[in-house]
């Protein structure tokens, strides 16, 4: 087995912890706007039993986000009219994960404050442009703990298009000078091969996302943002400004909650 010892103890309000809980978590994948409540839950007490502040969570879209961004062809932009519908159903859907998710960190008495990156981003051909992030940071500074989400976002060149969880977690980790990306999915980490297909691949440490070693792939269900190999890509630029990222499974009881401690921890530790 494989354990981290994660230094990463996080004070002042110049240095927040970025969480992104991926969709594969907070709901289940294979089925359709279907949200997994005791992951949810239990991760909302995990967040707050840590008493990590300030904290800035982000979730994917899993169930919700994916197959209808899929069907309606949201990241390719604006083709035919009628996608105009599908483009603000497929936001719709995240609307309601992230206030499932918003109202159980509610419950648990985090002080969960919900963010739509539809009204905070441009993207410019995918990647984000514009970024309005004056209101987040001073709710992070009034002590709130904002949720944001991948969501369809307009774009310069494309009309819209999906805004992945894991380039918004990366920016803004980037943007509010965070001190560390926890980012939480259903495997243990970063594995020589995907292991929901290969049984024989090993989980690795540590893994420096330059190099070619492994053979990354996209993911079990459908994810228009490229599974595990464009969240990897994302990280590129973060770990270059010295970033600490990891890949935990959030899906397993305690990982999340001991990585944002600082304690050993089951994982990847993402290096250059
Ligand atoms: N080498 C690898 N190591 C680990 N996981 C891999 C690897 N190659 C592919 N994968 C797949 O990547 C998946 C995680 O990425 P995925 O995009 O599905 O999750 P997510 O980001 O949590 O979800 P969402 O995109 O909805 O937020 C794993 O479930 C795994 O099957
Ligand atoms: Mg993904």
Known sequence: ?????????????????????????????????????????????????????????????????????????????????????GMSQTHQAMVALNKLIVNEGLAAGLPALGF?????????????????????KRALEEGFMPVLYGDTVIDSEKGFTILSGDQLACRLAEELKASRLILG????????????????????????????????????????TGGMKGKLAETLKLLEKGVQVMLVNASKPGRVAKALEGEKVKGTLLTL
């Not at 739509?116 to 987040?136: F, H, K, N, W």
């Open 1 to 85: 087995m494989w354990l981290l010892t994660v230094g990463w103890r996080v004070s002042g309000l110049r240095h927040p912890t970025i969480l992104k809980l991926g969709g594969s978590v907070v709901t289940n994948k294979r089925g359709f706007m279907s949200p997994n409540l005791l992951n949810i839950r239990r991760l909302a007490w995990e967040v707050k039993e840590s008493q990590t502040k300030p904290l800035v969570l982000v979730h994917g879209g899993g169930s919700y986000g994916h197959p209808l961004a899929y069907r309606h062809k949201v990241k390719q932009g604006l083709k035919k009219p009628n996608q105009l519908h």
């Open 116 to 136: 739509s990156p539809l009204s905070m981003v441009v993207t410019e051909d995918g990647r984000i442009r514009d970024l309005y992030l004056e209101p987040l």
């Open 185 to 224: 999915t259903d495997v243990d980490g970063l594995y020589s091969s995907d292991p929901k297909k290969d049984p024989s691949s090993v989980l690795l440490e540590s893994y420096s996302v330059g190099s070619q070693g492994v053979e990354i792939g996209g993911a079990a269900a459908i994810d228009v």
